[in-house]
DNA sequence: CTTGCCTCTGACATGGATGTGAGGTTTTAG
DNA sequence: CTAAAACCTCACATCCATGTCAGAGGCAAG
């Protein structure tokens, strides 16, 4: 499949993929003519990197991890899992922070319902 | 207090407390000279700002969630109410993906460790 | 062959929070 | 009084994923 369709396939603009390969994360068979092409399974690979890109993780980051997904049983994948391990830590932590922020945000709209409501019975009085 | 007291204290660069100002999310009192002076609670502000950006909101976003949160009893706050439950449910739906990327974070390093095993065992031989 | 669509490279633009530096005033400590 | 440290404003720089545009080539259908 070439670029055009991979970006529909997969949500992401033919721009993004192309970033995408010159960061390293995603790698495309050239046409004698130049034109990439990419397999079947490159659409799942493109909404990993999205989720990735979207949990945060830097393109770089994400270049660090993926020789651990990509073949996970060679020797260099030992840093690579440590790094990934690190970045799982990162990531429940930051997961934590989002809770805590949604608790504050329930208690700030609680305050302001109670607030409203008691306006209106103003209005009402 | 002066603003780098607020910075050493809230952990927060002196650069981004006057940005926060410039956006409306922070205010000051200023001395005759000008410099900005703040009360002891604008600490908790600062953090509570750093945390909301840390949930990926935008300065334009917080700024619209701040009537509800400063004054929650004024009429102006039905308007940020309904954006705050809108808020509260993105980051909702984002707590969802974090979770199920570090589900495939975690899938990926147990693939890894198999991986990993493997190869030692063969070493072992 | 031509028209239209897709692709290529390369480069510049954007937005948002923050860094950084210049040039000048205020505050504080000795 | 003086020197250091903190503050002021203004403006330009940076990072990073993307958008966008220009100019050129590729390829299928009429």
Redesign the pocket.
């Known amino acids: 499949m070439?670029?055009?369709?991979?970006?529909r396939r997969s949500g992401?603009?033919?721009?993004?993929?192309?970033?995408?390969e010159e960061?390293g994360l995603l790698t495309?068979e050239?046409?004698?003519?130049?034109?990439?092409h990419y397999a079947e399974g490159d659409v799942e690979r493109v909404l990993f990197l999205?989720r990735l890109?979207t949990a945060g993780?830097?393109?770089?980051t994400?270049h660090e991890l993926l020789p651990c997904v990509d073949s996970p049983s060679l020797e260099n994948s030992r840093a690579a899992l440590e790094r990934m391990a690190q970045e799982r830590e990162k990531l429940s932590a930051h997961i934590a922070e989002l809770l805590h922020t949604r608790d504050l945000l329930d208690a700030a709209m609680a305050a302001a319902r109670r607030g409203k409501e008691c306006l209106e019975e103003h209005e009402a009085a």
Do not use: H
């Not at 993780?57 to 770089?60: A, T, V």
């Open positions: 070439r670029i055009g369709e991979l970006a992401v603009s033919v721009r993004s993929l192309r970033y995408y960061q495309s050239r046409s004698p003519s130049g034109q990439r999205q890109y993780l830097s393109s770089r994400i």
